[in-house]
């Protein structure tokens, strides 16, 4: 009878499922750039005992192109979430930046691999160690850009 007075079905909140975990990890890489990404530790069993100094990730310009990223991520998730949930799919670029730039991390003279390292036995020892907060970032990362191809290719 009067089919205009119907209101349009609702879409199901399952089909803006990928572009809110878009949304998540995007807001997770975020805060990984500002934990723990590398340090330099120092231990002598002779005093039983280290001290440790910390990289954040935000400390060095890697962590800030991260955190850019990841940002970009974030309104990429927002506005599939907002609008069409396939425009999540864009969070893909700078996921993989974001992937390019955490290896960069690892391997330019900024990162960790220029640190100073040397072993004395037990008496001192000095080294790079890698944080949690890298690993977590780049989990983050691959997440982001995992998701993003599958609001792309999944059909809701």
């Known amino acids: 009878m009067a089919d205009y007075l119907q209101p349009a079905p609702a879409k199901p909140a399952a089909h803006r499922g990928y572009a809110l975990a878009v949304v998540v990890a995007g807001a997770l890489l975020v805060f990984c750039a500002v934990l723990p990404w590398a340090g330099l530790e120092v231990r002598s069993e002779l005093i039983g005992g280290g001290l440790a100094n910390e990289i954040r990730g935000i400390d060095d310009t890697f962590g800030v192109y991260t955190l850019v990223a990841g940002l970009a991520a974030l309104g990429c ?15 893909a670029v700078p996921g993989v930046a974001a992937v390019a730039v955490l ?3 690892m391997t330019d ?48």
Request: hydrophobic share 60%; proline share 5%; net charge positive.
């Open 77 to 91: 998730g927002i506005a599939g979430l907002l609008t069409r949930p396939r425009l999540a799919a864009l969070a």
């Open 103 to 105: 290896v960069l991390f």
């Open 109 to 156: 003279g900024s990162g960790v691999r220029d640190r100073l390292s040397f072993d004395l036995g037990q008496v001192l020892s000095v080294g790079p160690v890698i944080k949690f907060g890298w690993f977590a970032a780049m989990g983050c990362a691959v997440a982001v850009v995992v998701l993003s191809v599958l609001a792309l290719v999944r059909r809701p």
